[in-house]
């Protein structure tokens, strides 16, 4: 069980280049309320890097059969965040198990 502490930042890069980054695993999450998300764009110079619209990227991936218990206090359910160039929404119920803690690339704007 992973066990993502209050008022504690944890940070997730994340490259427009090569979005399929090793996702951080656990069997069991549970993120207590105040803890915060850092999502960094680490593509580097060089060409706009721009996800493919719909391409999924996972942060945590659950490998417990259940749910992500609590969000990140920064990073609700359902919300829209920007990372570099990159418009992502977030999903606490993505990935294969639908319990993963995933990113799905937007249309810019």
């Known amino acids: ?43 580097g110079p060089g060409p706009v890097a721009m996800l493919v619209i719909g391409q999924v990227v996972t942060l945590i991936k659950n490998t417990a059969a259940t749910p992500i218990s609590g969000t990140f206090s920064n990073l609700p359910d359902g919300s829209t965040v920007v990372v570099g160039i990159n418009k992502y929404q977030v999903s606490y119920s993505g990935g294969e198990g639908g319990n993963d803690l995933t990113l799905t690339a937007l249309p810019p704007g």
């Open 1 to 43: 069980m992973k066990l993502l502490r209050a008022n504690t930042t944890y940070n997730f890069d994340l490259n427009g280049r090569n979005p399929q980054v090793p996702p951080k695993t656990a069997d069991g999450v549970t993120i207590e309320i105040g803890a915060r998300c850092s999502l960094t764009d680490v593509s």
